[in-house]
């Protein structure tokens, strides 16, 4: 990220934020209850690594006590974005949105770097794109030289990072799902409505099988799915790293795909696409000719889990499934959009599953976006801890529902040798699903 | 000269353990009380006693304040550093070094956190009562140091009342350790005793033993709703007076009723003037001896209802929206300031009609709640540092409450400590010659005023 900024600039920058948005940085009475629940006390323990001493700092910058310092802009991001204190603050100051506010402000006060003006303002635009940026990687991998590198730990000679990169990257499917799939898939059985499925970057590139599951769930719900192709990105990676204008032409993009296919919701697998979609009503709430647009879309809005717990019935049948299994609560599902109940209703449906509650009240796995990649030790101190916690739980198979955590606690898995298998709620709920099916 | 003295530091101890970047002397500037930031010149993480040593001497040499901290949570600011210097860590020295189930007591470094010892004891059948709002985070050496109290205080105590022994480090370097594991010990003066509650400003301390008791075998909670906080005030008294010692016995008016459940959403009925929560532990047949007893008091006290929690979870529930009480009330307005008076039980009736007249008579906006069952309030002022004026009215409403709970046989601080706020009414509470003898106990472990200095005592400017 570019280095060179003008302090004062960003210091300006700050002097206007609307706090009030936030929930007033006063409203911030140090209480500290946030400090247990944050990540980054927990692996740092200090106080600049907590959300009371960032919404302290940012106060500090407003006020004109402090410099926006280097220093400052690095804290401002340490934060990963879990929103775990937004979760347990009763005060509700909003010291994670506060964060990305921060960036914004920051980002639009310095130079920005080619790689990530190419990543944030080009390639994020297109799905195909971004499609053809993962080509080398399938190359690498079907050509058999993965294997090769893996085996003899290659990479690791050249770079500690490349190596973990390279551990950390998953079997690519053969073709994006967008290429594989029909744009409208009937309902199996009579039809109860008109779902739409946004495919979400990283499932529709490379947990593709995973969100044809998904798609599938919701056929045998009763839903016809229609999956527009020419979606783009929800925008998480640009408002992760302080990049507004290209997110919201992308945001109002999605917005007007979804209102022509006239759908009664919009579905998404992806935990952080869902809590994004789900926050264009508040981006948009001051545009006059859009805010009731992203009112109605956002309102449409549900995660996989959240769906199918309202929709399936008590007699669709469920097929017994004999694991012990334990989920790991994406960060944005349970923190973002306040979801906790809907992924254990189901998961607790299927019959001879024994689920098994993680002892950590919804911790981060420590992926959280590229988060394992630009911080990558303190990552790795946060997956730890995760890793200790699933493992308490003795479970073989860990549920979660979004990509990011999907490939960190895979890699965990793999590099703590735990042996876990590690799937998406959609493709265990599919397996019970079909099961089902068979019993009628 | 702050500099250099740094520099000596970082050589010390190691870049690690020194924090002195902008941001970090921000961010260890406050704890949560309100209005009050006083930055320090170098923060220390002491990870072993050997560090303590190290920064005590070189601190010696230079001249400098200490002030120790845990995880900042006081509402005295106890932790503040007001004349600079050097703030000094405890968090990492957070180990349970034993846990005695034979002779009940546990060994701890300061930095555990007061909850983190709870699940500890309570995994093998044993309980530390004290339980500070703040316990989550909390360490247990900010207990000692200010002699925390909690929901339980009414029926088990408070943290002091668990202290058995105490490892202490003052300012000059020199180490004690007092006390012992056994029940019964009279050797000398009770320094243990003396020194919990002292706010950090006669030692540092790295070791302590805390007494445990047998968990508790079974307990019942009771929601008890009010349309008016004088009866809820009068059921406390009532009980007691019935000789019944609920392990909980707390009260909320209907600000504070309302931010919790605009918080928490566990469907606490908005409409009510006051709530008391209470909570009966014990044996199975002593619990339901004085359910009938809590149920009747409530009865004769014009009681609107009385709902049982049917379960655990939602026993806990309820528990936990009364800890979020104050820190949910900061929702409602941008500064939030509380304070902490105490009175004799059957005077809390007098003290809440005498909060609500204040609250209109200076046109303010309070809240209040507290652990009504051992007569500690919490009158919770909800306002915006920004409004000077309405500040103004602020400390004149508690002015007069404060004058209100001396003349009924109370305190101004239950639980808090007097710290910097407080500081300008202890002589009002305490008489001038208590304060003399206090300033000398004090120049005795601290001849040059270097631990924690400007708190407790008005400093003369």
């Known amino acids: ?440 | 000269m702050k500099k250099t003295f740094v520099s000596k530091l970082v050589e010390e101890l190691g870049s690690q353990k020194v924090l002195y970047s902008e941001p970090d002397l921000i961010c260890y500037s406050y704890d949560a009380t309100p209005l009050t930031s006083f930055k320090p010149d170098a923060i220390v993480r002491a990870f072993n006693e050997e560090d303590i040593l190290k920064v005590l001497q070189l601190a010696a040499q230079e001249d400098i304040p200490v002030t120790t901290r845990g995880s900042g949570t006081g509402l005295s600011g106890g932790s503040v550093p007001v004349k600079g210097g050097i703030v000094l860590v405890t968090t990492a020295m957070n180990k349970i070094i034993e846990i005695d189930a034979d002779d009940l007591s546990v060994t701890v470094e300061p930095g555990v956190v007061t909850s983190q010892l709870h699940s500890a004891v309570e995994a093998m059948d044993l309980f530390y009562p004290p339980d500070p709002g703040s316990m989550k985070i909390s360490t247990i050496g900010g207990n000692v140091a200010e002699n925390a109290g909690g929901l339980r205080g009414l029926k088990y105590g408070i943290t002091g009342d668990y202290v058995m022994s105490l490892d202490t480090f003052f300012i000059d370097g020199s180490k004690v350790r007092y006390g012992t594991k056994c029940v019964k010990d009279v050797a000398g003066y009770n320094l243990t005793k003396f020194m919990v509650g002292t706010e950090g400003t006669i030692g540092i301390f790295t070791r302590i033993v805390l007494k445990l008791v047998p968990k508790p075998k079974t307990k019942k909670t009771f929601l008890a709703l009010y349309d008016d906080v004088i009866d809820a005030a009068r059921t406390v008294s009532t009980i007691i007076s019935r000789k019944v010692i609920p392990s909980t016995l707390e009260l909320m008016d209907q600000v504070t009723i309302n931010c919790v459940e605009d918080y928490s959403q566990i469907g606490l009925p908005r409409d009510v003037a006051a709530l008391l929560l209470i909570e009966a532990d014990g044996h199975p047949a002593v619990v339901d001896e004085e359910a009938v007893v809590i149920e009747e008091a409530c009865k004769a006290n014009n009681i609107r209802t009385l709902r049982i929690a049917k379960s655990a979870q939602e026993s806990e529930e309820l528990f936990t929206a009364r800890r979020m009480a104050l820190s949910a009330l900061a929702r409602a307005k941008p500064t939030t300031i509380l304070e902490d008076i105490t009175v004799p039980r059957p005077a809390i009736p007098e003290m809440m009609a005498l909060i609500r007249e204040v609250t209109e008579k200076c046109n303010i906006r309070i809240g209040t709640f507290g652990h009504a069952g051992d007569g500690n309030l919490h009158p919770t002022c909800l306002t915006d540092e920004r409004d000077l004026n309405e500040i103004h009215r602020v400390h004149e409403a508690y002015d007069i409450i404060f004058k209100k709970a001396i003349s009924l046989g109370g305190t101004i601080s239950g639980e808090h400590g007097t710290g910097i706020a407080k500081s300008k009414y202890l002589p009002q509470m305490v008489g001038p010659k208590a304060i003399e003898l206090m300033r000398k106990i004090k120049a005795c472990f601290d001849p040059t005023g270097r631990l924690n200095p400007g708190k407790i005592f008005l400093t003369e400017k």
């Open chain 1, 1 to 440: 990220m570019g280095k060179h900024f003008d302090q004062d600039k960003v210091a300006a920058a700050f002097s206007t934020l609307d706090v009030h948005d936030y929930g007033d940085v006063l409203q911030c009475m140090r209480c500290g209850l946030c400090l247990s629940s944050c990540p980054t006390y927990r692996t740092d323990g200090v106080e600049t690594q907590s959300p009371r001493g960032r919404v302290a700092m940012i106060k500090a910058v407003i006020d004109g006590k402090m410099k926006a310092s280097e220093e400052f802009v690095e804290h401002i991001y340490h934060c990963l974005d879990c929103r775990n204190c937004q979760s347990v603050c009763p005060a509700g100051v909003k010291a994670g949105e506060l964060a990305l506010e921060a960036r914004y402000r920051i980002e639009q006060n310095r130079r920005q770097p080619l790689i990530k003006k190419f990543l944030l303002n080009y390639a994020i635009l297109d799905q195909k794109r971004l499609s053809r940026l993962l080509f080398p990687l399938k190359l690498y991998e079907i050509s058999g030289l993965q294997s090769l590198v893996r085996k003899y730990d290659i990479l690791n000679l050249f770079s500690e990072d490349l190596g973990f990169m390279e551990a950390l990257a998953p079997k690519l499917p053969s073709r994006p799902l967008s290429e594989q799939i029909p744009e409208e898939i009937p309902a199996i059985g009579p039809e109860r409505g008109r779902v739409g499925f946004f495919l979400g970057c990283a499932m529709n590139l490379i947990f593709a099988e995973t969100s044809r599951a998904t798609i599938e769930n919701l056929t045998l719900a009763g839903y016809r799915v229609i999956v527009p192709k020419e979606v783009q990105c929800c925008g998480t990676p640009n408002i992760a790293e302080g990049e507004r204008k290209v997110y919201r032409e992308m945001a109002e993009n999605t917005i007007r795909i979804f209102a022509d296919r006239r759908v009664d919701y919009v579905v998404t697998d992806c935990a952080a696409c869902g809590s994004e979609l789900k926050t264009y009503r508040e981006i948009f709430q001051k545009s006059p000719a859009f805010a009731a647009k992203a009112q109605e879309f956002s309102s449409k809005v549900r995660d996989v889990s959240e769906f199918l717990d309202s929709v399936l019935t008590p007699n669709v049948r469920f097929g017994p499934i004999s694991e012990t299994v334990c989920f790991h609560d994406p960060c944005h599902l349970r923190h973002g959009q306040r979801l906790i109940f809907p992924q254990r209703n189901l998961l607790k449906r299927i019959p001879q599953l024994d689920y098994r509650e993680l002892p950590d009240e919804g911790q981060c796995c420590g992926s959280a976006g590229i988060y394992n990649i630009t911080h990558r030790q303190r990552s790795m101190k946060i997956l730890e801890s995760k890793i200790e916690a699933i493992e308490k739980t003795q479970a073989k198979t860990v549920v979660s529902s979004n990509p990011g955590c999907l490939m960190q606690l895979n890699y965990g898995s793999g590099h703590w040798k735990k042996g876990w298998n590690v799937i998406h709620i959609s493709e265990i709920l599919n397996r019970s699903l079909i099961a089902g099916q068979k019993l009628d």
